[in-house]
C-alpha cells in the first residue's frame, strides 16, 4: 500500500491526462482510479487512524490533532497509545502475517508487533520511531528524514525545494532497504512529501505562479519516478493499491470558528483572562477545536462546565440553526458544505466523547479552532497556501474491479485483509473490491 498524503483524484487524473506522470498512468491501465472519501474531519490524524483501523473516530477515539482532557479544557496531543481500536497489522499478526510499516502518521511512538514500523508524522525524533530498535542505526546511517522542516520551509522557497527533494531521496532509500531485507505479508510506506508541498504553494501554482509550477513538475516527476521503480521491484503477484488520505485545494480564508462563537454568544473567557479554552467561562455553551468540530460545554463534564444535559438538545439545536448562516461577509457563500451531528458521524464505543456536531469543509474555507484569533474571517497564514478536501482523495487498486461507491477511509484496512486473506469480522468499513466477501456492517 503505497500513500501520496493529500494528492486530489482530480489532480493525479489531470497529470497523467496531460502525459505528466507516465509511470502512474501505465499502472492505472490496469484498474480504476476512482474518488475516496476521506475522514470526518479531513486532518492527517484523524484521516489515518481511520485508514489503518478499518473504523471512523467513533471507534478508534482519534477525533483530530488536538483534543480536551476528559476532565478539562486543557489541550493535549493524543498519539498512537490513544487509538482505541486494533491497526490493519495486529489483525494481520493474529493470523500469522508480517508487516512493514513506514511514515504512516499517527503511529508514533512505534509500537511493538509483528514485523517493523517507523513513525510518520507527528513523531518528534527518530529514536523512539523505530520498532525494532536494531533498525534505527541503519536507518540513521543514511540520514533518513521523517518529515521536511516546515518551520524553516515555510520562510524559504529554496529550502523548501531541497528540503522535499532530499525527504522524499531517504523515503526512497530506505523503502528500497526494507523491501530487500525484510519479510513482509504487508507492507505500507506513506509519501507525506507532498502533502508539504500543497500546503505551502497549492494556491501559488494554482495562481500560474511560474516556481510553483515548476516545482509541482520537477517534483511529482520524481514521485512518477519512485512509484514507477516500486511497481518494477515489488515480488510478481503482489497487489498494490495506492491512495492518499485526502484531497487538496485553493485556500481563499481563514475562517475561525471560536470567534464567530464569541460573536454570536455562545463563548466569553474569565475577564482579564488570555483567550483561551482553559479560561472559557462556564456560562458559555458552545467550543470549537479545530477543524470545524463543535462542543457543547456540558456541566459535569468538566469543571468549567455550564451547560445541564436537559439543555443540550436545545443549545445544539440552536447551533445548528445559526450554522445554517456562516457566510463569507464579502460574497454571501456559506463557508462550508453542512453540518453532521454526532450520531450521524461516529459510530462505536468512543463516539460520545466526539464533538456534538461537525461542519463538512468547502473548498477555499479553512475552518480554524484557535480561541485568541481577534475576528471570524482572515487571510490563508503567511507563508501557508491550500487547504484538504474531503472528498477528492484517491484510490487506485491494481487488476481489481471495484464496487460502485461512495468509497471511504475505513474501507481500506478491509480490503487489505481480504487480499491477505484474513477475517476480521467488526470493522466499520467493507471492502472496495467487487464481489467482495465481507458483509455490510454500515
Known amino acids: ?79 498512537y497509545r490513544h487509538v482505541a481500536a486494533p491497526a490493519v497489522w495486529d489483525l494481520a499478526a493474529r493470523a500469522g502475517r508480517r508487516s512493514v510499516v513506514l511514515n504512516l502518521p499517527g ?57 522535499l527533494f532530499q525527504t522524499l531521496a531517504t523515503r526512497w532509500q530506505a523503502v528500497r532497504l526494507l523491501l530487500e531485507q525484510e519479510h513482509w505479508d504487508l507492507f505500507v510506506a506513506v509519501v507525506t512529501e507532498t502533502d508539504r508541498l500543497y500546503h505551502f504553494l497549492w494556491n501559488a501554482m494554482a495562481e500560474g505562479d511560474p516556481r510553483a509550477v515548476d516545482l509541482f513538475r520537477r517534483f511529482h516527476a520524481e514521485v512518477d519516478r519512485f512509484v514507477g521503480w516500486l511497481a518494477e521491484a ?16 485553493t485556500e481563499h480564508r481563514d475562517v475561525h470558528t471560536n470567534a464567530w462563537l464569541r460573536e454570536r454568544g455562545y463563548l466569553s473567557f474569565d475577564h482579564g483572562a488570555s483567550p483561551g479554552l482553559g479560561s472559557i467561562d462556564p456560562r458559555s455553551t458552545v467550543f470549537s477545536l479545530d477543524p470545524g468540530r463543535f462542543y457543547v460545554n456540558r456541566a459535569g463534564r468538566r469543571p468549567r462546565g455550564g451547560v445541564p444535559e436537559r439543555e443540550v438538545a436545545a443549545v445544539v439545536e440552536r447551533l445548528v440553526a445559526d450554522l445554517a448562516d ?97 477475517e476480521a469480522p467488526g470493522l466499520r468499513g467493507r471492502s472496495v473490491l467487487a464481489a467482495s466477501r465481507t458483509a455490510v456492517l454500515r
Open 1 to 79: 500500500m503505497l500513500g501520496l498524503d493529500g494528492t486530489p483524484c482530480s489532480w493525479l487524473r489531470a497529470e497523467t491526462a496531460a502525459g505528466r506522470l507516465p509511470n502512474l498512468a501505465a499502472l492505472f491501465q490496469d484498474g480504476s482510479l476512482v474518488p475516496l472519501r476521506s475522514s470526518l474531519p479531513a486532518v492527517s490524524s484523524t484521516a489515518w487512524t481511520t485508514f489503518f483501523t478499518g473504523q471512523d473516530p467513533g471507534g478508534h477515539g482519534i477525533f483530530g490533532f488536538m483534543e480536551c482532557r476528559p476532565d478539562s479544557h486543557d489541550l493535549w496531543f493524543p498519539n
Open 107 to 163: 503511529t508514533y511512538p512505534a509500537p511493538a508487533m509483528h514485523g517493523v514500523l517507523v513513525s510518520g508524522f507527528v513523531a518528534p525524533s527518530l529514536e523512539r520511531s523505530v520498532h525494532p530498535p536494531a533498525l534505527l542505526p541503519r536507518l540513521q546511517a543514511m540520514g533518513y528524514r521523517i518529515d521536511v522542516d516546515a518551520f524553516t520551509a515555510r520562510g524559504s522557497f529554496e529550502r523548501l525545494e531541497a528540503d
Open 234 to 249: 515489488l515480488p510478481d503477484g503482489t497487489h498494490l493499491i495506492i491512495m492518499s488520505d485526502h484531497g487538496f485545494t
Open 326 to 422: 456562516l457566510r463569507d461577509p464579502d460574497t454571501g457563500e456559506l463557508v462550508h458544505a453542512g453540518v453532521v451531528l454526532r450520531d450521524d458521524a461516529y459510530h462505536g464505543p468512543r463516539a460520545a466523547l466526539g464533538p456534538d456536531c461537525c461542519v463538512r469543509p468547502k473548498p477555499g474555507y479553512e475552518l480554524k479552532g484557535g480561541a485568541a484569533a481577534p475576528s471570524v474571517f482572515a487571510p490563508p497564514a503567511a507563508g501557508l497556501g491550500g487547504m484538504h478536501t474531503s472528498d477528492d482523495a484517491h484510490l487506485f487498486v491494481r487488476g481489481a474491479v471495484l464496487r460502485s461507491g461512495p468509497l471511504g477511509l475505513e474501507d481500506l484496512a478491509p480490503t487489505i485483509l481480504e487480499l491477505l486473506e484474513v
